[in-house]
Every structure is written in C-alpha cells, then in structure tokens.
C-alpha cells in the first residue's frame, strides 16, 4: 500500500517539528464511536463466498478488482455494491484430492484463494492462487466489460503462498516479479525472491530469514537525482523470530531489509543469492512493555523527493504480553539508510564450544561496503556489478547480515498508543484544510471490524472518529484508499465495504463540527451544515480550526426547550442526556446549581442521571451540559433541560383509580411538608392517602363479618354460628312469600360454587332473612 503527494518541501519539516511527535491524549479514546447502521457505507459479499483478501484499484476502467475464494469480481469502484463482472476459478478434483490426502481441509485450505492482483497494462492483469496448495498463476483480461481468464497458467511456487491464512508481500518492478513468501508445503521455507531473466533469492539460513511473517514491501526510486550513482532499492518489513537474543522462548522482533533492484548475485560466493540483504531491527517501543512490538503493517507515504518518503507502521504486542496494545510509528527513508550505510554490523560468535552468541562486530567492514549497492565508487574500483564483488565482501554479508544498530521512528517514540485494540491494516491520506496546511490522516483497520481516524495536532494524537465497517465482529484483512475519489476500502473474510473518507454529516452543530477538528469537514454558516471541504478552499463562509480547535466564529446555539417530567414519590427516576463527544464531560445543574453526584441520591451515566428514592424536594428544573477541553479552553452546550413536577391530588384520582403508596412515601411526607411551594398540594395528598387507608379498613372489617356470620361460602370460620344455621335450615318448611331478590342470590352463589367445584348444595345458605 502506498500514497503519492506532491506538497511543499517544508513538509516532512513540519512533521518534524510539530505533526509527528506526540501520543494521544486521553488515552486515545475516539471522540465519536459511528454504529454500523449509522455508517454512510456500501457492501459487497456473495453467497457462500469468503475471504476477500486481495484488492486491486483500477481507477482508469472504473473498476475495484477483488480477489476472494475461487472468484474474481469486477465491482463498480464508486459503488462496489454494483457487480460488473465475475470469474470462478475453481480447483479441480484431482488437486483437491491431493491437498486432502496431504492432511489438509478439503472445504477450508483445499481451495483456491487468490492472493495476488497487479496490474500488467491497461488491460491486462496478473493474478495468482494458494489452488488446493498448489500456487499457479495466470493472467486475466478486461475486455469488452467481460473479466476472462487467459489459461496461461504458470506455477506460482514463489510467488504466492501455499497456505491461504499465510502473509505474504510482492510487487512488479520493471517487469520483475518480487515476492516475500514461503516456497514449500510446509511452510517451513521462506525466501525473498526475484522473477526474473536473473533469478535471485535469500540464503536458507536461518540467521537471514527465521520464521518469518511478510507484512510489505516496495520500490524506492533512490537512483533518481543520486549525486553518487547509487541504484533502486526495495524495502521489505516483516517479523521474526530474533536469533540476537538469548530468551527463555521465542522472541519475536520486527524487521525492515534491503535489497538492490541491480543486484545480479555473486560469481562464486552467493550464486543467484542476493549480494545486497541486509536487515535492522524496527524499533516502536509499547509503553509500559518490556518486550518487543510486533510489525502488523506498513503504509508508504511518497513524496516527489523520495528522501522525504516516510513508512507508517502498525504494531501490536506480542501474544505473552499482559495488556493487549497497539501503537503506530513513522521512519524515514533515510534513517532507513542512515542504518544500512553507516552502522555496525552483528557477528555470531561461539561460546562454550556450542552456543552460538551475537555480538557487535567491533572490526572494519571490508571494502566495498558489504550490502552495498553498486554505485560511483564501486564503479571507479573497476566494480561494474555485483558479479565483480570481492569474495571477501560477499562472505561477510553471507555471515552477517544483520545490522547492529535499530532503526528508530521519527522522533523516537510512537505516534499513537492505545490499550486493548489490535491494530490489522493501515492506510494514510493527504489532505490541505482550510488553513492551507498539508495533514496527513490515518484510517487504521482493527480486528474487530472497526476503522480508527486519527491526526496529529501539535504533539497529540487525536482520533476523529471510530467507525463500525462490519456488523459483526471479523479482522480487516486489506485496505485500500483512493485519494482521487475520497473513497475507502476495507476487506475481510464476509465481504468488502466502501466508505467516504469524510461524511461530515455526523456533526450536528458547529461547534460539534469544528471542534470534531476533521481536516475533511467545515462548517458552513450560510447553510447551517457541516459539509465536505473542497480542496483547495478558502471560502470565508466556512468555519475550521484544525490545530486550535477556536469555535468562536460558531453562532450562537439554538436555545433547548424545556421538557416536563412527572416526579413519582419514592421512585427512580432517570433522566436521559447523550453526549455528543467521548472526550466531552456531562454536567448536571439543579436550580442553577452544580449538582453533585452521590452514591446515596445521584448516578452520573454517559447517557444521563438517575435520582434515587425521589421525593418533593427533587422537584425543579435540572440542566445537562457538554463541557469539552480543546487546547486547554473549554466548551459548553446545553444538551437537555427538565422540569420535574409533582402532579396534583386531583390528577391523581383523575389518572389512578387504584393507588399502591410505597412504604417510604409516608416517611417522605415530613421532609416534603418543609417546603413551602409544594404544602397545598402534600396536605391534600395526605388527605387522599388517609381516606383511602381508612376505606381500606372498613372493607376488610365488613368482608370478616360476613365470613363470620356465614353468608359468604366459608363455613369453617365460625362454628358455632354455622351449626345454628343449619338447625334453623332443618326446622324451615317453606320459603317466605317474597324470595324473588333471595332466589337470585341463591342462583349466583350456586353458579359460582359450581365453576369452584364445590359439591354443596348452594340453598342450604342465607335462609334466615333475619340474618341478611
């Protein structure tokens, strides 16, 4: 991955002095948190299609190449959510049984993953696949708005991995095919290798390459405007197990190495061996770590002058370590060489007669340089090409290849730090804001779906915005960032998705705006929005302030309106309040004053305050306010205000036939009565309260004395009294004349001791008219 941008020279200056020497501040918490539903975004995936591993952006037909599990899809690259075209490639039965009968998945790794796309000519692309373990490649055509496989199929042993989860990096330089991979099935081979008419490749030593993981690699055009006739060189990043150390376990360290585009091998020494690998250690130290970070990514930011490219960075600690964290850093090309050129060397020594110890080789390299490329002072030494290297030269980088010094980042520390994320991919976009000054953004890719925005503004690091690309948690396995459109590309295992690398429609105000402090956004006062800022602009109407964050040409808020609550007596009662910004602070006031939060009455949330056992003296207006520091002046917004009243005695009859007081209403009515605004309206609560307990009362006297006295269906209750009525019932012979009211009640009681099941006959009760 990579940029290009052509600013002033000052630029990579300006990093220097103030852009690039900060950590976050407030440990790098982003100011807003976009839910994928929230997400102005465009999805790609297919049916029982996985691992979209591989992009290629072709800007000139329109097209976003993706490559995924035995399929190669032609999307619409300014809404890949429109399919152009498809080819399958498909693995073939016999090469499936194959990899199954090597003990391999026959659904899962016995499938053809492409790994590889690049661009040959205008219509014309390379492409190549893990095929069931068995890496062939081929080209592919775009013609007639039809992708079409060629069915050149070549093997692809060295230029793409065996193994589909495997990392993996290549490029094409001048028509040589350079690649970073492992050349056997068992992945226990890794090579640098070139393609070429002159093939060449690392040593298999483990001291050059010891179980490596590729992360990238490309091209620095270093021959261009050389004052000393040096050559083109590519750079790789990848980690390793570090020999260097003498460690309990592995110790995984992070590498950048070289190697010269001109490079030809040695004549005798290193036949079709690279004469010019050397490597360095990267040096991004996690605070609070003591081991190694480990290298995730690398974004390479090009300048007209390549001596001011820099190399951005992802690192993750390693899997032992304590606390999951992640940091960026940034290097220099030349730093890069500063290291290659000029540092000390390592050299393995023994000791104890079998041990084998790495040391700073105290000595004087021989001349020429080892891993030097060919350049005038070689040439003058009648030195035409690596072929004519001394044996003595090649010998010693054969058995040193690695650098003693480390290569730091740009002012020695990292850019960013945070805890508990893990960092996967890494793209960096150029953008003037509106104070005409170049700032470079970093989108990073997460393991868990999401995409960080982050930039550094004098000395801290600050993230715009955490956006959700996936709905549900996955790694991003690629990104890929169009300047020209303004569009991101991020892909994993369910799919691909597409979004703007500005939609500033997420800030709501001004002052959320400017202070979102977004290089892509600024506020419009003429339109009341926060639109996308047009490069390059200078429009007065427009409101930014990137690096002081000064909202004081913001107008004035829209005054919030007032929302009345009911205040139940003895409830919780919550009150919602969103902040509109992680980094923003909420604040409550009561009557005007500051309402301090305690365990016993209050609970601050991020989305509001919850009031504990609430009684009349709760009642009033309460006010929710933003309060968010930006270069050390704060800034407040009203986001909510409530006014909690108690209802009348009357709505409540009104509302509530049926009333359930708490037993700590009752307590709370002396604390209410000492308020003078709310005494009317307690006095006659009270009263309500009190007629309704004493009613309450006399329904449950009246209900005990007809149980007593028989006249409802329970005759155990009493007796004595139950015996006296059936002595009465035996003695009646007849009914009294007027029984139409009895008869009825007799004929309702007896139904209801039916549907209770009761076998008693119903008329045996209430006889005695007397007794009604």
Same mark, same amino acid.
């Given at each position: 991955?990579?940029?290009?941008?052509?600013?002033?020279?000052?630029?990579?200056?300006?990093?220097?002095?103030?852009?690039?020497?900060?950590?976050?501040?407030?440990?790098?918490?982003?100011?807003?948190?976009?839910?994928?539903?929230?997400?102005?975004?465009?999805?790609?995936?297919?049916?029982?299609?996985?691992?979209?591993?591989?992009?290629?952006?072709?800007?000139?037909?329109?097209?976003?190449?993706?490559?995924?599990?035995?399929?190669?899809?032609?999307?619409?690259?300014?809404?890949?959510?429109?399919?152009?075209?498809?080819?399958?490639?498909?693995?073939?039965?016999?090469?499936?049984?194959?990899?199954?009968?090597? $003990?391999?998945?026959?659904?899962?790794?016995?499938?053809?993953?492409?790994?590889?796309?690049?661009?040959?000519?205008?219509?014309?692309?390379?492409?190549? $696949?893990?095929?069931?373990?068995?890496?062939?490649?081929?080209?592919?055509?775009?013609?007639? $708005?039809?992708?079409?496989?060629?069915?050149?199929?070549?093997?692809?042993? $060295?230029?793409?991995?065996?193994?589909?989860?495997?990392?993996?990096?290549?490029?094409?330089?001048?028509?040589?095919?350079?690649?970073?991979?492992?050349?056997?099935?068992?992945?226990?081979?890794?090579?640098?290798?070139?393609?070429?008419?002159?093939?060449?490749?690392?040593?298999?030593?483990?001291?050059?390459?010891?179980? @490596?993981n590729f992360v990238y690699m490309d091209v620095i055009p270093e021959s261009k405007n050389s004052l000393d006739g040096d050559d083109d060189k590519i750079y790789i990043f990848f980690s390793e197990n570090a020999i260097e150390y003498d460690f309990y376990n592995k110790l995984i360290v992070s590498r950048v190495a070289r190697v010269c585009k001109g490079d030809k091998g040695g004549q005798r020494t290193l036949q079709k061996k690279w004469t010019s690998f050397v490597k360095a250690t990267l040096e991004c130290p996690i605070p609070g770590s003591i081991l190694p970070s480990v290298v995730q990514d690398v974004f390479h930011v090009h300048h007209h002058n390549w001596r001011k490219n820099l190399f951005y960075a992802i690192f993750t600690s390693q899997s032992d370590s304590s606390v999951l964290s992640s940091v960026v850093c940034a290097y220099t090309v030349t730093d890069i060489n500063e290291v290659f050129s000029y540092g000390k060397f390592k050299t393995p020594v023994t000791v104890d007669t079998s041990d084998v110890k790495w040391i700073m080789y105290s000595g004087e390299p021989p001349v020429p340089r080892p891993g030097a490329c060919i350049n005038n002072a070689a040439r003058a030494m009648k030195i035409q090409s690596s072929l004519d290297l001394p044996d003595r030269t090649l010998q010693f980088i054969r058995d040193r290849p690695l650098m003693d010094d480390t290569v730091k980042p740009v002012t020695g520390r990292p850019l960013l730090f945070t805890k508990g994320i893990s960092f996967t991919r890494l793209v960096v976009d150029c953008k003037i804001g509106l104070d005409g000054q170049t700032y470079l953004v970093m989108f990073i890719g997460t393991d868990k779906g999401f995409v960080q925005k982050a930039v550094n503004y004098n000395d801290e690091m600050h993230i715009i915005e955490e956006l959700q690309l996936f709905k549900n948690p996955e790694p991003i396995s690629v990104l890929r960032l169009s300047t020209s459109l303004g569009q991101l590309y991020a892909g994993s295992s369910s799919g691909v998705v597409q979004m703007p690398v500005a939609d500033c429609g997420h800030y709501s105000s001004c002052l959320d705006c400017v202070l979102a402090r977004d290089p892509y956004c600024a506020w419009d006062l003429s339109t009341h929005n926060c639109v996308t800022l047009p490069s390059p602009s200078k429009e007065i109407n427009l409101v930014q302030s990137l690096l002081e964050g000064d909202a004081s040409r913001c107008p004035r808020p829209v005054s919030v309106k007032v929302e009345n609550r009911t205040l139940v007596l003895g409830n919780n009662i919550k009150l919602p309040c969103q902040q509109d910004s992680n980094l923003a602070q909420l604040n409550w006031r009561f009557e005007s004053?500051?309402?301090?939060?305690?365990?016993?009455?209050?609970?601050?949330?991020?989305?509001?305050?919850?009031?504990?056992?609430?009684?009349?003296?709760?009642?009033?207006?309460?006010?929710?306010?933003?309060?968010?520091?930006?270069?050390?002046?704060?800034?407040?917004?009203?986001?909510?205000?409530?006014?909690?009243?108690?209802?009348?005695?009357?709505?409540?009859?009104?509302?509530?036939?049926?009333?359930?007081? @708490?037993?700590?209403?009752?307590?709370?009515?002396?604390?209410?009565?000492?308020?003078?605004?709310?005494?009317?309206?307690?006095?006659?609560?009270?009263?309500?309260?009190?007629?309704?307990?004493?009613?309450?009362?006399?329904?449950?006297?009246?209900?005990?004395?007809?149980?007593?006295?028989?006249?409802? @269906?329970?005759?155990?209750?009493?007796?004595?009294?139950?015996?006296?009525?059936?002595?009465?019932?035996?003695?009646?012979?007849?009914?009294?004349?007027?029984?139409? @009211?009895?008869?009825a009640a007799v004929f309702f009681h007896s139904n209801n001791s039916y549907r209770k099941g009761s076998s008693m006959d119903a008329f045996k009760y209430i006889r005695d008219e007397s007794e009604i």
């Open positions: 991955m990579s940029s290009s941008f052509h600013s002033p020279n000052t630029l990579l200056d300006l990093l220097l002095a103030c852009f690039f020497i900060g950590l976050c501040t407030s440990d790098c918490i982003p100011r807003k948190q976009i839910p994928y539903e929230s997400n102005s975004i465009k999805v790609f995936r297919e049916e029982s299609i996985y691992n979209y591993s591989s992009i290629l952006m072709r800007e000139d037909l329109g097209l976003l190449i993706v490559g995924a599990r035995e399929a190669i899809y032609a999307l619409d690259i300014n809404n890949i959510s429109v399919t152009k075209t498809k080819v399958t490639w498909q693995v073939s039965w016999v090469k499936q049984n194959e990899c199954t009968y090597k $003990g391999k998945h026959p659904d899962i790794e016995c499938r053809n993953y492409i790994r590889t796309l690049h661009q040959i000519n205008e219509t014309l692309m390379y492409v190549c $696949g893990t095929n069931a373990f068995n890496p062939t490649c081929d080209y592919i055509a775009y013609v007639d $708005g039809q992708l079409k496989l060629v069915g050149q199929q070549e093997e692809g042993k $060295g230029k793409c991995p065996f193994d589909p989860f495997q990392r993996y990096s290549s490029i094409i330089v001048d028509g040589d095919f350079y690649s970073a991979t492992f050349v056997n099935f068992l992945g226990s081979e890794p090579v640098i290798l070139r393609n070429s008419l002159n093939v060449l490749r690392t040593e298999s030593a483990s001291y050059w390459l010891n179980e @490596p004053q500051q309402l301090n939060p305690s365990k016993e009455k209050y609970a601050t949330y991020s989305d509001g305050l919850l009031i504990y056992n609430a009684t009349a003296t709760d009642a009033g207006c309460y006010t929710c306010e933003s309060v968010e520091r930006v270069v050390n002046k704060d800034y407040k917004r009203t986001l909510a205000i409530y006014e909690l009243q108690i209802p009348s005695a009357k709505d409540h009859i009104g509302s509530h036939p049926t009333i359930t007081v @708490p037993l700590t209403t009752f307590e709370n009515m002396a604390e209410a009565t000492a308020s003078p605004q709310h005494k009317n309206m307690v006095g006659s609560w009270v009263a309500m309260q009190v007629s309704l307990a004493l009613l309450s009362v006399m329904m449950v006297a009246l209900l005990l004395w007809n149980l007593c006295m028989g006249h409802l @269906p329970l005759q155990k209750c009493c007796t004595s009294r139950g015996q006296k009525k059936q002595k009465a019932l035996a003695q009646s012979e007849s009914l009294p004349e007027n029984t139409e @009211p009895l008869q």
